[in-house]
C-alpha cells in the first residue's frame, strides 16, 4: 500500500518538542472540542427558553441523555480505541499497520451505527420509560430522540474518525471539521425551533444536519488523493486489527457507558426524590460539566498522540515529559474552573435557563456537585496515560472503578439508606472523584513511571 506523505501544518511527533507537539495538537482540539460541545449545548439553551414548557422540555432532554452518551460511547470505542494503536505504529514507522487501523475503525463505525440507528429506534419508547420519563415527558422526548437518531452514522463516523486525522498531526483539520458542524447548528437551531415554530423537534432536526455536514468534511480529507492514509472500500468485510481496537477501546468505551449508567440512575432517584425541576437541574449541572470538562479532555487527549508516538519509537524521556505536563495543567486548570464555580455560579446556570425559580433551586445542587472537581485532573490524566500505552487492563478497570463501582451505589444509597434526599445524588459524584481520581492517577505513576525507568537502561 503506497502513501504520498502531506508535511503542509503536520505536527512533528519525531522531532518536535514534547510541549510544542502537544499545543500543537492540544489547541486545535480544545478549539475542536469547544465547537463540538455547541452541538449538545446550544439545544438546551435554546429549549430551555421555548416560552411555555421550556423548563419542562429541558428535563425531558435530559432524559434522552442515557442513549445519546451510549453511542457516543460505541463512537470512542472506535476511534479512541484505535488512534493509540494508530500513533504507536507510526511511531515504529509500520505505515501499513496504520493504514488497515484505520479502515478497520471506519467500518466498524458504520456498522455499530446502523445497527444503534434501528434498535434505539424500535424500542425508544420502552427504554425512556425505563430511563422515569413519565407521560408528560415522552410527549417531547420520543419525537426528539427519533430525529436525533437518524444522524447516528453521521455522528459515528464524523466524531469517531477525527482521532485518526488528529494522530496524523493534521489537528487543525480536526478542529474544521468539527466547527462545520458546529456553525451549521448554530444557524439552523433557532431557524427550526423558533422561525419555523418546530419547538424541539426543530432542535433535533438541526443537529442531524450539522452532523452531516460534519461527516462530509471528514470523508472529503480521508477521501482525498493527498492524505497519506485513505478509506479504502475494497474488501469491505475484512476488519484486521479488529480485536485490538475493541480491547483498547472498552476503556473509553465503558466510561461513555458508565456515564449513561450514572445518568439514569441519577435521573430515576431525582424524579421519586425530587419530582422533574431536579431532572432539570441536573440537565444543567451535566451541562455545565461539559462546558468545563472540555479544556482539560482536550488537554489529556491532545497529549495522547505525543505519549503514544514516543512510547512506540522508544523514547520514554519524552514520554514521561509529556506526562507531567499533562497533568500538572490539568490539576491547574481545575482548581481554577473550581474557584470560578464558588465565586460565580449563577452565571454558568443562567446559560441555560431564565426561570428564576429553577436558578435558584440549581445553586446548592451546583455548589454540591463540582466541591471536588480538581480531582477530576487526576482520573482523566491517569486514564489517559492508560489508555495512551495500550494498557487495556487498568484503562478499562478505573473506568469501571469510579463511576460503577462508586458513583452508581453511591446515588442511591446517599438518598435512601443515609436519607439525604437529592442532595445524596448530587454528593455522589464528588465522593467518587477523590476516592477514584486519586486511586487511578496513584496507580499510573507506580506503574508506568518504572517501566519508562526499565526503558532507560541498556538491554544485557
Not at 500543537?24 to 446550544?42: E, R
Not at 434498535?119 to 420519563?133: D, K, N, R
Not at 461539559?290 to 508516538?309: C, F, K, N, R
Request: charged share 10%; net charge positive; glycine share 8%.
Amino acid at each position: 500500500m503506497a502513501y504520498k506523505m502531506v508535511k503542509t501544518n503536520k505536527v512533528d511527533f519525531e522531532h518536535g518538542s514534547i510541549t510544542k507537539n502537544i499545543l500543537q495538537t492540544a489547541l486545535p482540539m480544545l478549539a475542536a472540542q469547544l465547537i463540538s460541545l455547541l452541538y449538545s449545548v446550544v439545544d438546551r439553551i435554546y429549549i430551555g427558553r421555548i416560552e411555555g414548557y421550556g423548563t419542562q422540555a429541558l428535563g425531558a432532554i435530559g432524559l434522552c441523555f442515557p442513549i445519546v452518551i451510549l453511542i457516543g460511547g460505541f463512537t470512542n470505542m472506535f476511534g479512541l480505541g484505535g488512534a493509540p494503536l494508530f500513533s504507536i505504529a507510526l511511531g515504529k514507522n509500520d505505515t501499513e499497520k496504520a493504514g488497515r487501523i484505520l479502515n478497520t475503525a471506519f467500518r466498524l463505525e458504520i456498522i455499530t451505527g446502523a445497527v444503534l440507528m434501528v434498535f434505539c429506534e424500535l424500542f425508544a419508547p420502552g427504554i425512556l420509560s425505563v430511563f422515569g420519563a413519565s407521560t408528560d415527558e415522552l410527549t417531547f422526548s420520543i419525537p426528539y430522540i427519533r430525529i436525533y437518531l437518524t444522524g447516528t452514522i453521521f455522528t459515528m463516523v464524523a466524531t469517531g474518525m477525527n482521532p485518526y486525522i488528529n494522530a496524523q498531526g493534521y489537528a487543525t483539520t480536526g478542529m474544521k471539521s468539527v466547527l462545520v458542524g458546529a456553525v451549521s447548528n448554530i444557524i439552523l437551531d433557532p431557524i427550526f425551533i423558533f422561525t419555523l415554530g418546530l419547538g424541539v423537534n426543530g432542535a433535533a432536526i438541526a443537529t442531524v444536519i450539522s452532523q452531516f455536514l460534519s461527516m462530509l468534511f471528514v470523508l472529503s480529507f480521508l477521501l482525498g488523493p493527498g492524505n497519506e492514509f485513505r478509506i479504502l472500500f475494497r474488501k469491505p468485510f475484512a476488519f484486521p486489527h479488529a480485536p485490538e481496537i475493541i480491547s483498547l477501546g472498552m476503556s473509553p468505551f465503558v466510561m461513555q457507558c458508565t456515564n449513561s449508567m450514572v445518568s439514569v440512575a441519577c435521573n430515576s432517584v431525582l424524579m421519586k426524590t425530587g419530582g422533574t425541576m431536579y431532572v432539570s437541574v441536573m440537565t444543567i449541572i451535566s451541562s455545565v460539566r461539559q462546558i468545563l470538562d472540555t479544556p482539560v479532555l482536550a488537554l489529556t487527549e491532545g497529549a495522547s498522540p505525543t505519549i503514544s508516538y514516543n512510547y512506540g519509537a522508544g523514547k520514554p524521556q519524552k514520554v514521561r515529559r509529556a506526562i507531567l505536563l499533562m497533568s500538572v495543567t490539568a490539576i491547574i486548570y481545575t482548581c481554577l474552573m473550581w474557584i470560578f464555580i464558588e465565586k460565580f455560579p449563577l452565571l454558568l446556570i443562567r446559560i441555560f435557563s431564565d426561570d428564576n425559580a429553577l436558578q435558584q433551586l440549581a445553586l446548592e445542587p451546583l455548589h454540591l456537585y463540582f466541591f471536588a472537581f480538581v480531582f477530576q485532573a487526576f482520573q482523566y490524566s491517569g486514564q489517559t496515560v492508560f489508555k495512551a500505552l495500550n494498557k487495556k487492563k487498568q484503562a478499562i478497570f478505573f473506568s469501571l472503578f469510579r463511576k460503577v463501582i462508586m458513583v452508581v451505589p453511591l446515588t442511591y444509597l446517599l438518598p435512601y439508606v443515609f436519607h439525604m434526599g437529592t442532595d445524596g445524588v448530587f454528593m455522589a459524584e464528588p465522593v467518587s472523584n477523590i476516592v477514584g481520581g486519586l486511586a487511578c492517577f496513584t496507580t499510573m505513576m507506580v506503574t508506568v513511571i518504572p517501566e519508562l525507568k526499565r526503558m532507560l537502561r541498556p538491554s544485557s
